[in-house]
């Protein structure tokens, strides 16, 4: 039999951030119907007047020596009158006023205190703005790029020289790629003028592991943040697409026949660092206002490509990061309106109900239409 008291089945909940336990809660809603019995009718007149408003009853346990402080405490900030947010742990947050409350007293179990509060919604809830969903995405790529792993093993000086010329040749390859996609005379200076420091370092990074993940990180990143004003729509498209490309073809290297072990599992791990920077790159410089569909959904289509193939290689932290960023960047991309529609929302509705109906997701509903409360869309929405 378990030794927890009952106390240690409650959970805490949070009132004008002052926690208190608690265990249950009664929540009412309803509509304002008006029932009309006419003299002579079979059938009663029923006239709809909109939602009730909700109502919700909380119960907070004060238990222990200083329980009457806590209570007090309580006790003042509901008479402080006025609307905050009620953080329950069933309601979730609830923009809500106090409206009557009861105080219950008792010796049983060690002494406690009960106060029991009717609460009413509170008006219109203030706005709380939220993060961009593009930055959103970008702190994610950012996760997924530092979580990408390289266990580096001692090797032998001649196997040190095989690793730093599979880099070498490899970063020619990126090269390689990138120059085939036109990019702009400006970024494709910067980025090639990367890539050649890059590869003239690897030899000497090679001393400190941490150090030559670094570098590699620091070139992805670069890569993906060098879009520069003269980037075309198209231009960006291509270079999102070479960087995704080296992604799945990093990927898919196969060095079964490396040897020594220790030479095999460093490439090994160099591989999967590498596949997993490119499509962060890629994603980063995904991340753009575009103006029309189709250059969207084909810069979504060869990064969405490219993690399919470099995710399954992942390790579970890795994977973890990746997957956050998957989502986000396609939320943030679809967020876009481009050839979508307008629909009128006459009565007011919670954003789920719209999304739901119109057949979108809705946090991409959210940021289209920068709505300031997801329980109060109306008017004209983009979907």
């Known amino acids: 039999m378990s030794s927890a008291d009952w106390s240690t089945r409650q959970s805490y909940a949070k009132w004008r951030g002052f926690a208190f336990l608690t265990d249950s809660h009664d929540s009412t809603h309803g509509a304002r119907l008006v029932v009309t019995e006419l003299p002579g009718a079979n059938e009663p007149v029923v006239e709809d007047m909109g939602a009730k408003a909700d109502g919700y009853k909380v119960s907070a346990y004060f238990i222990g020596a200083d329980y009457d402080l806590q209570r007090n405490k309580f006790l003042s900030l509901l008479a402080q009158g006025g609307a905050a947010w009620l953080r329950h ?88 790629g990138l120059a085939m996609a036109r ?26 592991p941490g150090e030559y993940a670094t570098m590699m990180r620091t070139l992805a990143s670069t890569i993906g943040l060098s879009a520069t004003d003269d980037l075309s729509e198209a231009a960006r498209v291509r270079v999102v697409t070479a960087l995704s490309r080296q992604a799945a073809a990093s990927a898919r290297e196969d060095f079964s026949a490396v040897v020594p072990p220790a030479l095999q599992a460093n490439m090994q791990a160099d591989a999967v660092m590498r596949s997993t920077l490119m499509v962060a790159s890629a994603m980063t410089l995904a991340l753009t206002d575009y103006t029309t569909a189709e250059a969207r959904d084909t810069a979504q289509a060869v990064v969405l490509d490219a993690l399919e193939v470099v995710m399954p290689l992942m390790p579970d932290t890795l994977f973890y990061e990746a997957a956050n960023a998957r989502a986000a960047f396609v939320a943030a991309l679809q967020a876009q309106v481009l050839d979508g529609k307008s629909v009128d929302v006459v009565a007011a509705l919670p954003s789920v109900v719209v999304a739901y109906e119109q057949g979108v997701d809705e946090a991409a509903l959210l940021e289209r239409n920068a709505v300031r409360h997801p329980l109060f869309v109306q008017g004209r929405i983009r979907v």
């Open 89 to 176: 742990p069933w309601l979730g947050d609830v923009w809500v006023r106090a409206h009557n409350w009861s105080v219950h007293e008792s010796t049983d179990k060690g002494g406690f205190c009960t106060v029991s509060v009717d609460f009413v919604p509170g008006g219109q809830a203030p706005f709380v703005p939220t993060r961009d969903m593009a930055d959103t995405a970008l702190g994610a790529i950012d996760k997924m790029a530092k979580a990408s792993p390289f266990d580096f093993l001692k090797m032998t000086a001649a196997a040190v020289s095989k690793f730093v010329a599979q880099v070498q040749g490899k970063l020619d390859v990126v090269r390689d």
């Open 183 to 208: 990019m702009p005379l400006t970024m494709a200076a910067q980025v090639m003028g990367l890539i050649a420091s890059a590869k003239a370092l690897v030899g000497e990074v090679l001393a400190l």
